[in-house]
């Protein structure tokens, strides 16, 4: 198990110690994409969805979620959010949402899984809001698009695509 930082020599799960890292200015952005029915779609948008307001809901559980990410995945570290924006843009080309999120802190650790959280709750509400008049929604393509900061330094999906 050499080179795996959240295992033990003795192969328990353990998190990583960042007390002696640097400090830095850390941003991560991550999206991904609900397909439903094109009159779903349509009701969504309309307000007519049988649980009320889908988009603004949505956004503001992605960032709430952001924020209990160290909640939800056993090995992440509480962070300071210094920001979470959450947006949520309809695609008639999907049919569906797409889902983006941006997260920011100045810490030890990076927030990677707090913008992929955000974006994957987002995406559930929307799910959850809508699922009367579509239990057919797809869920997919939830990835980081980039991050900044910290030892390893930047990095971006579609410089990673070659």
Known sequence: MNGL????KDGRATMVDVSDKAS???IA?????LTCQPATLA???AG????GEVVRTAELAGIMAAKRTADLVPLCHPLPLAKVAVTIEPDEALPGFRVAAEVRTTGVTGVEMEAMTAVSVALLTIYDMAKALDKGMVIEAVHLLSKTGGKSGDWHA???LG
């Open 5 to 8: 930082t959240h295992i033990g």
């Open 24 to 26: 830095t200015r850390r």
């Open 29 to 33: 952005r991550a999206q991904g994409t």
């Open 43 to 45: 009701a969504t948008l």
């Open 48 to 51: 007519d969805a049988p649980k």
């Open 158 to 160: 579609d410089e990673a």
